[in-house]
């Protein structure tokens, strides 16, 4: 569920822990920031970041939520920032 949504278009479950963000309009390059948090519902381990093994598009970016040993998990919540120039 997409509580707010300037400029994303949907967010999907790709697999446990791993999700894409779809943006509406496209960001200006792919040197944009992301930031988040997440957590799941019984704990606060829950550790959110920009997926390494794939690179940031204009149009789309994917993101991972882990525990703290750093097993892909999903969140209850996870909430994302996305900082940069849209075209």
Known sequence: ???DSYNVS???RMSTGRYSIVLSVTMNNAN???VGSARIEATFGTIF???AS???GVSSLNVNTTDEGGTLTDATF???AIIGQIS
Do not use: F, G, L
Request: proline share 6%; glycine share 0%; net charge negative.
């Open 1 to 3: 569920v997409i509580s």
């Open 10 to 12: 949907s967010v999907s």
């Open 49 to 51: 970041h920009p997926d």
């Open 32 to 34: 944009y920031v992301v």
């Open 54 to 56: 794939t690179d940031n």
């Open 78 to 80: 996870a909430h994302v």
